[in-house]
């Protein structure tokens, strides 16, 4: 898989998982069933899918600069 469509579905992952997890948390803080809540949870997932889908990629080009900067460091020290 190529490094971009990797990090993609990594951000994707972690941040439709993250708002799943927060929207399903005030779900059930507000001591209603959860199913009353199904739409704005699914809404609260696909825009955590979007949002990491778009920031994945950046992280791993910050991820990738700052470990190049490290390799070429150790190399100059040697």
Known sequence: MKTIVRWTAIGAAVGGGLFLALSMYRSIASGEPSMSHLNPIAVMTVIGLTVGALVGPLVGAIVARRSGLRDESE????
Do not use: I, L, N
């Open 75 to 78: 190399q100059e020290s040697v």
